[in-house]
Nanobody, 124 residues
Framework: QVQLVESGGGSVQVGGSLRLSCIAS????????MAWFRQAPGKEREGVAY???????DYVDSVYRRFTISRDNAKNTVNLEMNRLKPEDTAMYYC??????????????????WGQGTQVTVSS
């Protein structure tokens, strides 16, 4: 069965950096869209960054030019480099994968597979 396992979360101060990783098993990271979502307490799950099978990427406006999503096909992992972190970036971050190359972009419903999440906390 497909498994996505995130790592790399933690606590940092404002302006700091973190790198999240998601390793997939029983799933090729190029077989569908991969994404990072986040959810803060009391808020809806929000798409943060997406990477298409062909390598194209997209980001939610609030993280544009601060976060970078990348993929390592050899290691079957997807990473999220987060720089200049802000308190509002505090959330549980989830890796997600779609079951089809045609299911991409915004919307949690497009993703069939989810990791267990990794907590990111940014303090001032």
């Amino acid at each position: 069965q497909v498994q996505l396992v995130e790592s790399g979360g933690g606590s940092v101060q404002v302006g700091g950096s973190l790198r999240l990783s998601c390793i997939a098993s029983e799933y090729s990271v190029t077989s569908g869209c991969m994404a990072w979502f986040r959810q803060a307490p009391g808020k809806e799950r929000e798409g943060v960054a997406y990477i298409w099978p062909g390598g194209g990427t997209d980001y939610v406006d609030s993280v544009y030019r601060r976060f970078t999503i990348s993929r390592d096909n050899a290691k079957n992992t997807v990473n999220l480099e987060m720089n200049r972190l802000k308190p509002e970036d505090t959330a549980m971050y989830y890796c997600a994968a779609s079951a089809s190359k045609s299911l991409c972009g915004d919307g949690p419903g497009r993703y069939s597979y989810w990791g267990q999440g990794t907590q990111v906390t940014v303090s001032s």
